[in-house]
């Protein structure tokens, strides 16, 4: 089986220890990352290896992903393909061939056969259902979704920075004091937190506690 760790945004504590367990130990067999995933200033507490980037779809966090080993692209194929046209005045095609010339792996979601991509979408369904999300669940509760479709069969999943959206985001200045409203509006914190415990106690994940 091998351990796959994922890291949220959220507050995580030196004493986990991940900096060395994530950089110097082969604890786990693959470092998944998100979003903006600040590392310059927090590496002490993170770590700097990166093994999987993806992202809820904005091009500009592209930029920074010249240290993973690979990025999952969960767009559909109209929109990678918006992301990608020279017609699209943001589009972040310069930086996706680069990045592929210096040998990072581009994972599409649009390339899945459409079985795998509709139990997908379906899953993402019935969790908006369950966790009560008022537009949709958050990019860090759909990472762990990607895992059953890009990731083989038989694999531990741990989590770090997932704590409800308690802390925010690890480099905001307002950690520990939570998401702003409109974040909130979007995504039921409470409710995908709830659901990870449940996941927890059924032995599908382990939450690494601060």
Known sequence: MKNILIFGNGFVSKDLDLARRVDETDEF?????????????????????????????????????????EIWWGLGKKRMDWMLSEENPNNCKVGYDLLSKEGVIHTHFHKLSEEKKRGHLDQIKELNQVVKAPKSISCGIRIILLCEVFLPAGYNLYLAGYDGAKSGHLWDPRDMNGLSPDQGSRHNFKGEYQWLEEQESAGNLSILRN
């Open 29 to 69: 067999d693959k470092v998944i990352r998100m979003n903006e995933c600040k590392l310059v200033a927090y590496h002490d507490k993170i770590g700097w290896r990166t093994d999987i980037y993806t992202f809820c779809g904005r091009s500009i966090m592209v930029d920074m992903m010249r240290n993973t080993k």
